[in-house]
């Protein structure tokens, strides 16, 4: 079943509209980067997707039913914008903060059973982050408190991941280890994955599908077509629009 369907998609906060005539469609198995300036609806159209905000107008569906109507939330990990600098002074350690995860699906009253316990374990050697179990989370560095937030998202084995600019505070080295974390769960755990990020210039490397939001919808679709496309040329410049694609086959990056 198709994850993410979006028609016609309006969404405001007050009498602006923050999206306008979104229409989009991820299909199982594919890793988008959406993308676009500040102010651009990118955090907006996750949280229409959860449920979090409802649509002024159009539809949104996950996993074919409305948000308000869905229940199977281990099917869906979701890791917010500012995670990191919220856990910073969070009395948990990491075992703790990744077992939060199966607590949340649960219903009242939410206690952790031997299965649960598996589950942490496997996903703390599964994300290297094992011998950080028992640390607080905000004496971590900010690339393992990530990882350990990602674990949190990730524990119950979801069909669909999306993350809100999880990398917004890294340094370069822990933005490449998430990253490669990130395709790592793409192709061998087959994760459907949703990548809100700021950094256009850094997508193309890591995602296969590209959504580019300006409020509405300026580009969608894989980045060979983005680098083969006079719109976008038109609209980034030919230099900018190689440089977002990072495909091989574009002229300027010939011998």
Excluded at 155 to 170: H, I, K, S
């Amino acid at each position: 079943m198709t994850p993410i369907e979006v028609e016609r998609l309006e969404a405001a906060y007050d009498i602006e509209p923050a999206l306008s005539g979104v229409s989009w469609r991820v299909e199982a198995g594919e890793f988008w980067a959406v993308v676009g300036p500040n102010g651009s609806g990118k955090s907006t159209l996750l949280k229409t997707v959860l449920g979090l905000l409802r649509p002024r107008s159009g539809d949104v569906l996950l996993f074919g039913r409305y948000p308000a109507r869905f229940r199977e939330w281990r099917r869906v990990g979701y890791m917010p914008q500012f995670a990191a600098g919220a856990t910073a002074h969070f009395p948990a350690t990491v075992r703790e903060v990744v077992a939060l995860g199966r607590l949340a699906t649960k219903r009242f009253p939410r206690l952790r059973g031997r299965k649960d316990a598996v589950a942490v374990e496997e996903t703390l050697k599964q994300f290297d982050i094992a011998d950080l179990a028992d640390r607080p989370i905000g004496d971590l560095s900010g690339g393992q408190r990530q990882r350990a937030l990602l674990a949190r998202a990730f524990v119950n084995r979801p069909d669909l991941l999306l993350l809100d600019e999880p990398n917004a505070a890294l340094d370069p080295a822990s933005r490449d280890e998430f990253y490669a974390l990130l395709r790592r769960l793409h192709r061998e755990a087959g994760a459907t994955i949703v990548l809100v990020t700021h950094d256009s210039a850094e997508a193309g490397r890591h995602a296969n599908r590209m959504l580019y939001l300006d409020r509405t919808v300026v580009f969608s679709g894989t980045f060979q077509d983005f680098c083969r496309s006079p719109e976008m040329a038109a609209r980034f410049g030919a230099q900018s629009q190689h440089v977002i694609c990072h495909q091989h086959d574009c002229p300027e990056r010939r011998p």
